[in-house]
């Protein structure tokens, strides 16, 4: 009903030929770690801010493969790759401005990379490649000599060190989406910062919801400068968080929410799926993997005999009933779509097996904190690993966390009892690097943002990574990227158990066909459309 009542959208968009205009409202199980381009590391931040903060290059908006390709943002064409791989060559689109009016700059692009490494990002080592960029991250002073702009032509060079095969990828991620200088090097989710995009954030209230209206500039030159982008059809859309999962529901069915940005809950998942399956309700396939992580840097998971036992005595048969169907039981950390990706278990269930390790390791410490955030079934899920390790004979203490702050806590050092726990990762693009680099190596281990919860750190295996990330992906780097999958399990830092999908679930005034979820980005905002 609120949706009813808006102007018509200038600038338009692609669509089924429903209505243009009115305000949608969506509804979250939780707020995002943030809404600020640079920090944010969550599926649910990147849904939020996928068409308000553009980078130089992008992501094609489209569902399935076609939505994995990189293509054109606020840069005008793919850049020109030199000097071996180690040189990356764009121009900015004359002309383009923030949605406060003030003219976006080639060097925003610097300034947007220095942010990153000022404020500690979980994104940060996507870009430690970048001449002088490791320093900079040291001393967050002194600029980065391997980003070279001229403002007047829109010229953006960037040298990197060493090739990185998968730069292209990294600079279509928001962690370096121009923002202007004037935006203060701290965590801008109550006041995010001017946008791009087609939508601004014009209201934030952290914990509680947030809303977009139409950006000013997009539809006054910003549409007409990067055509290929979408402009939406909706002129608002409203936010809210809605903690209770049965709430979300309710509310969609009644027509009072137009949409929710996460799943139903396990024990309404196959209702609604059958009810609404085809009109309001769509199975998304993900490219992701579910884990219980062990901090490998203090006992007891710091033994190799520990970590198997736990995957031994991980039954993943058993977290595919707790998810109601929706997950894929796996024991390995490359998902299914994922290049490289071949099945194999190093740990199938034996929970006899698990107990002999356990009891051939002889932990003398066996008082630990298992973590997980409050959302369901994850929640469920975590129970379940606690029980695991009781019966292993852990004293396993259950640390269930608010899911707005779930990944803050978790990957800030200074948190104490940080053993073991549950999360989840989707992809950042169509690499297995993404699966590696910013989960298992030596460098992606930081103070805050930390995305290594295991604390992995295996010199070898650091080597691997950093060398396959050079290479260009073919068959042969496939390959590789399979046996390093087998050569991290062996070493157990974590428990995978599944691939899990997720949904689209939508009020009867939506058109269902032209909702887009793209697998990097989810849900995409431009895509909703009034019947």
């Known amino acids: 009903m609120v949706s009813a009542f808006g102007l018509s ?85 004359k002309g383009l401005e923030y949605s406060d009016g003030t003219p976006v700059k080639a060097s925003d692009f610097t300034y947007a990379v220095e942010r990153v490494f000022k404020l500690n990002s979980g994104g940060s080592p996507f870009y430690t490649a970048i001449v002088g960029a490791e320093k900079f991250a040291e001393t967050k002073s002194g600029g980065i000599p391997g980003i070279e702009t001229d403002d007047k032509s829109g010229e953006i060079v960037v040298h990197l060190v060493k090739p990185r095969g998968t730069f292209t990828n990294e600079l279509g991620l928001m962690f370096v ?4 200088k004037s935006t203060p090097a701290k965590n801008m989710t109550a006041d995010p910062p001017p946008a791009t995009g087609p939508y601004e954030i014009v209201k934030s209230e952290p914990g509680r919801g947030w809303s977009y209206q139409r950006n000013p500039q997009w539809d006054k030159a910003n549409s007409k400068l990067m055509p290929e982008l979408p402009s939406g059809h909706v002129n608002k859309i409203e936010i809210s968080v809605i903690r209770n999962d049965s709430t979300e ?52 998971f710091d033994d190799l005999k520990v ?37 194999f278990n ?22 630990i904190t298992v973590w997980t955030d409050n959302e369901s079934p994850n929640n469920e899920a975590g129970a379940y690993y606690q029980d695991v390790l009781t019966k292993l004979g852990f004293n396993a203490k259950f640390k269930e966390i608010n899911a707005d702050n779930y990944f803050t806590l978790i990957g800030n050092e200074s948190t104490p009892d940080l053993d073991t726990g549950w999360f989840d990762w ?24 930390n995305s290594n919860f295991s604390q992995t750190d295996i010199p070898a295996l650091n080597e691997k990574i950093a060398r396959l990330g050079e290479e260009q992906l073919g068959p042969e780097q496939e390959a590789e990227y399979a046996e390093l999958d087998r050569e991290y399990m062996e070493q157990a830092p974590w428990a995978p158990y599944g691939n899990n999908t997720t949904s689209t679930f939508v009020s009867s005034a939506i058109d269902l066909d032209q909702v887009i979820y793209n697998p990097t980005f989810g849900h995409d905002l431009t895509s909703f459309q009034f019947k």
């Open 307 to 343: 970590r198997q036992a736990v995957n031994y005595a991980v039954n993943t048969e058993a977290l595919e009933r707790i998810y109601a169907g929706s997950l894929q039981g796996a024991h390995q950390i490359l998902p299914p779509g994922m290049p490289g990706q071949k099945d």
């Open 177 to 180: 989406a121009p923002v202007p």
């Open 9 to 93: 959208a200038c600038g338009g968009g692609s669509g089924g030929g429903g209505k243009e205009g009115g305000t949608l409202t969506g509804s979250y199980a939780s707020f995002p770690d943030y809404l600020d381009p640079a920090l944010s590391y969550t599926a649910e931040g990147w849904t939020a801010m996928y068409d308000t903060y553009i980078p130089l290059l992008t992501y094609a908006h489209a569902s399935g493969a076609a939505g994995s390709e990189v293509i054109p943002g606020l840069a005008k064409a793919m850049p020109k790759i030199s000097d071996g791989g180690k040189t990356y060559t764009l121009f900015l689109r």
């Open 426 to 449: 989707f992809e950042d693009y169509p690499h297995p690097n993404d699966y590696f680099q910013p989960l298992l190596a030596g460098e992606s281990i930081l103070p805050a943002n």
């Open 249 to 300: 529901v309710n509310e969609i069915e009644r027509d009072k929410t137009d949409w929710m940005q996460s799943s139903p809950p396990a024990d309404l998942y196959q209702k609604v799926k059958t009810k609404y399956e085809g009109s309001q309700f769509r199975v998304e396939s993900t490219v992701s993997i579910y884990y219980f992580w062990m901090n490998m840097k203090r006992p007891p």
């Open 346 to 367: 190093l740990y199938p269930y034996d929970m006899a097996k698990a107990k002999k390790l356990i009891a051939a390791a002889n932990p003398s410490d066996r008082d």
